[in-house]
C-alpha cells in the first residue's frame, strides 16, 4: 500500500521561500511519476509539476515555472518542492501524488492519480 506524507507548509511573507517535503513508503521512485497539485480556497486541485520515473523529466505549470524546482532523492524515499519567489496566489494546500506506469501525459489531471498525500498548507502574505 502506498503511503504518502508531505510537510514543510507554513506562512511566509510574499517573496519568500519554502521547501516542501513528500516521504513515500510502499512505492518505489521507478514504478511512475510523483507530482505535486495544490488546491487554492474555493478552487480546483491542480498540477504544479511532475518529476518522472528515474528523475529524468521534469515538467512544470506555467504558474510556477522558474520559481518552484522538484526533485526527488530515491534513497530517502523524498520528492521535494523547493518554492522561492512566492505570491500571494501560491496560498494553498499542497499535496503530493503518485501514478504508476504511464504518467507524463497529461500528468496534470488529478483525476488520473489515486495514491495521495493529507496536504500540507502553505499561506503567503502580501
Known amino acids: 500500500q502506498v503511503q504518502l506524507a508531505e510537510s514543510g507548509g507554513a506562512t511566509v511573507p510574499a517573496g519568500g521561500s519554502l521547501t516542501l517535503s513528500c516521504v513515500a513508503s510502499?512505492?518505489?521512485?521507478?514504478?511512475?511519476?510523483m507530482t505535486w497539485f495544490r488546491q487554492p480556497p474555493g478552487k480546483e486541485r491542480e498540477g504544479i509539476a511532475v518529476?518522472?520515473?528515474?528523475?529524468?523529466?521534469?515538467l512544470y505549470d506555467d504558474s510556477v515555472k522558474g520559481r518552484f524546482a522538484i526533485s526527488q532523492d530515491s534513497a530517502q524515499q523524498t520528492m521535494y518542492l523547493q518554492m522561492n519567489g512566492l505570491k500571494p496566489e501560491d496560498t494553498a494546500m499542497y499535496y503530493c501524488?503518485?501514478?504508476?506506469?504511464?504518467?507524463?501525459?497529461?500528468?496534470?489531471?488529478?483525476?488520473?492519480?489515486?495514491?495521495w498525500g493529507q496536504g500540507t498548507q502553505v499561506t503567503v502574505s502580501s
Open positions: 518529476i518522472s520515473s528515474g528523475g529524468s523529466l521534469k
Open positions: 510502499g512505492w518505489s521512485f521507478r514504478s511512475g511519476c
Open positions: 501524488a503518485a501514478r504508476a506506469g504511464e504518467c507524463i501525459l497529461l500528468w496534470f489531471v488529478h483525476s488520473r492519480y489515486t495514491n
